[in-house]
């Protein structure tokens, strides 16, 4: 799979999130209710500064590598913080380098697919913070453009 290794600046996202894990399809649950309740809830509606109508999938506070629990967070870039309520909190994507990938198809078992083989490729990850950058521009959800970033250590 190929990447190219960007250099990208500070990013605020806000969104709501919850810790998961790998483990036994527990994230692929977690993600799906998570992605469900920022939509069904209105919640995405409601985030003020937005800085696109990009969404964003981010994955942080890792406990280790991929296979150890870690926070998801489903949301989108902001100019500024947002007021942090029960539902929605701010997290900062650091400045840094990063391996990012583009997916072109469908949003769950296209971007489940791409994860499979991050995973198993040797880069050097910081397992700091990655995410996906869903770009929402195309109407098909068979042909959806995805880019994920892999903070990498270079």
């Not at 998570?34 to 937005?50: H, M, Q, R, S, V």
């Not at 913080?81 to 469908?106: L, M, Q, R, S």
Request: some cysteine.
């Amino acid at each position: 799979m190929e990447y190219e290794i960007v250099e990208l600046e500070e990013r605020v996202v806000s969104g709501i999130k919850i810790e998961t894990t790998n483990q036994n399809g527990k994230s692929m649950q977690d993600i799906g209710r998570t992605w469900k309740k920022l939509f069904a809830d209105g919640i995405y509606e409601k985030i003020p500064n937005k800085v696109n109508n990009k969404t964003i999938g981010l994955y942080t506070e890792y406990e280790g590598d991929y296979t150890k629990p870690y926070i998801f967070m489903a949301g989108t870039q902001v100019s500024q913080k947002v007021e942090e309520n029960e539902d929605v909190v701010n997290i900062v994507i650091p400045k840094g380098k990063y391996a990012k990938f583009v997916i072109i198809g469908d949003v769950q078992n296209s971007v489940g697919h791409a994860w499979q083989e991050i995973w198993n490729m040797n880069l050097n990850r910081k397992y700091t913070c990655d995410f996906e950058e869903y770009q929402n521009n195309s109407e098909d959800m068979q042909k959806q453009e995805i880019h994920i970033y892999i903070a990498i250590d270079y």
